[in-house]
């Protein structure tokens, strides 16, 4: 199993500290060498099952397990004229095994297509002046065996002269080549067994999409920010080994329309209701051509235990009415110009809660005075349509 392991994170993350040099000591100079800020190492384990997997046509199992790692390092400095530049670097690796993927060739016991790593590294560099302007620029790599992703983003900021406020803008675009591994039946030449080196035919998408937000400082307890998206997108926007069986008991690949308009507006609102409590809630409105509409809305808590460690439970509730493409198993007829059996473009409400435990103490945890914080959470997902998943995660931080 490829995966990175937390213990050779951590040693990467103590070299990294034992060579940057610590900052100058004084409340004027600006030290222009490159500065180690904070290093974020983050570990998950996700496992889900249910009994609508489009690969099968929208029955069979979703038994998936997720294993995901991440490493986080930003850097910083400031130029000559007192601007701060910031560089982020992130590697992330995913190893994922899925019960439904295996079914792609379902006379194998056991095939290459029933597990798949993703490789995904990124960089961004902003640079903020003392005006409070920010510009930044960013570029990102995705790369699995039927996948790969390559991505850029653009981003301008400018706080209020009060600094209470904020407006920003992200434009982002996605370049993206898709390998078309058909399920085995539905292959040219059909029947034969899968063959982890076959060359198959490809096909593209791209995504464009542009951002738009507001933060605003209200008052010394309360904090507000609007968001909008625009997001277009073009091209082989299925996926080329979900079935779909018709109420002839034909069997096809999933087809949708080549292009997709995606609308969110969502507001997030920030409230420190004393000493020990801050409620986050969030709250968004999603639109698009496909004819889904969805209302999601979350309220995480941060209970301060004593002022080196909180709780911190949350809720998301979200409602989706499904596209007019999506019917169940054996329930598509030959008069359908786009069909799908696909239950994440389906009709349904879910919800996701749990708790997690940060730790901040003062001297450093387990008394490593740079190893600033550790945060464990768990959370449980459900949908109507039977989809349960269970997730755990760790997050480190070292400054």
Known sequence: MKKLNLAVLAMFTGILFANAQS??????????????????????????????AAVTGGIGSQNLTDLSNSIQVTLSKYDTHNRKHTLNLELGIDHYTSASSDKIDPKTIS????????????????????NGTTFGAGLSFSHEFDYQ???????????????MGEFSLKLQTYQDNLKLVYPIELRTG??????????????????????ISWSQIVNSRFQLMFLADVIYQSGYLGLPFHRVY?????????????????????????YFLGDRVVLRGYYRYYHDNWNINAHTASLETSIKLSPFYSLTPF?????????????????????????TSNYDL???????????????????????????????????????????????SLNLKFK
């Open 149 to 163: 992703s390559i991505g850029a983003n653009l981003m301008f900021a400018q706080k209020t002269r009060n600094k």
């Open 315 to 339: 809720y998301r509730y979200n409602h989706q009415t499904g596209t007019k493409y999506f019917a169940a198993y054996q329930a598509h007829t030959s008069a359908d110009e786009y069909y």
């Open 111 to 130: 095939s290459a297509s029933s597990a798949d790593t993703r490789f995904y590294p990124s960089i961004s560099w902003e640079m903020e002046n003392k």
């Open 23 to 52: 900052p100058a000591d004084t409340g004027t100079y600006k030290n222009r060498k490159l500065q180690l800020e904070e290093v974020n190492i983050v570990s998950s384990y996700y496992h889900q099952d249910g009994d609508h």
């Open 190 to 211: 059909g029947g034969g067994g899968y063959r982890e080196h076959e060359d198959y035919a490809t096909a593209g998408r791209k995504t464009y999409s542009g951002g």
């Open 246 to 270: 018709f109420n002839d008991n034909s069997v096809h690949v999933e087809k949708l329309p080549d292009s997709r308009l995606k609308i969110p507006l969502g507001i997030r609102a920030n």
């Open 346 to 392: 389906a009709g349904f409400d879910s919800h996701f809660f749990g708790t997690g435990i940060r730790m901040i103490p003062p001297h450093g945890v387990f008394g490593m005075q740079r190893f600033n914080m550790l945060e464990l959470r768990y959370g449980h997902y459900t949908q109507n349509n039977g989809l349960q998943a269970n997730i755990i």
